[in-house]
């Protein structure tokens, strides 16, 4: 399995773009060729980074959506195909999460969260792989964490939402086999990229956690990423101290690790 040949009439859909790994992923597909459009509510931080992208030569469009809207997000790939474009790959990057107990949670911040990274990443792929599949080509990358291999007190939502979108992946994964179109989950650890400051967390708070050497940049989690989807892997964990622990996080009784997560977790102290 490889990425679809690039095309001037094709594009990768790139949603979260405006910042961070959506942002750097945007950059590695350029960087091979692909035309993108870059999908996320900030219309004027995504112009800047389609003038960025547009200066190689490759074709980079910008359609502002709000993904938590459903009828937003019902229009997107009609809004592709007027461009005259074809979608090839389906980027799921968009992602936020909340911070603390679920017995002092925001309902509607909740459902926001729920909105934005579950129902989005199922809307989307809904809409999209019919034509992957019926060309014979393409392929989807979901962005989730390693959280999903483990309970998350402090962000049970976040950690929820992000285990359904692993298993969702590998799922896909399953019936996508043999019709030319992958799907590949990323899994990154922690990433500096204002994700977390979003979410209510002191910096400090969060590398006080989380030790320094199992941080990785955006730049090369997007590499990653894009390279497992490349080679049509199911699961992408960029950084070896990751990959360690959430082999570890994923095998170790939840009885003996949840306890642990709950105490060192800033969001419950």
Known sequence: MSLPTPAPDRTAVVTGASSGIGAEIARELVRRGHGVTLVARSAGKLQALAEELGSTGVR??????????????????????????TPDLLIN?????TLGPVAKADPQAEMNMIEVDVVTVADLCTRFLPGMVARGRGGVLNVASTA????????????????????????????????????????????DTGFGEAAGFAKEDAEAALPSFMWESAEAVARVGIEALDKGRPVAIPGQANRVAAMFAHLTPKALLVPILASRHPGLR
């Open 148 to 191: 999903a291999f483990q309970p998350l007190p402090g962000q049970a939502g976040y950690g929820g939402c992000k285990a359904f979108v692993l298993s969702y992946t590998r799922s896909l994964g399953g019936e996508l086999k043999g019709t030319g179109v992958s799907a590949t989950a990323l899994c990154p650890g922690p990433v």
């Open 93 to 97: 990057n968009a992602g936020l999460s």
């Open 60 to 85: 980079a469009e910008v359609l502002p959506a709000d993904l938590a809207d459903r009828g937003a997000r019902a229009d997107l790939l009609g809004r592709i195909n007027d461009l005259g474009l």
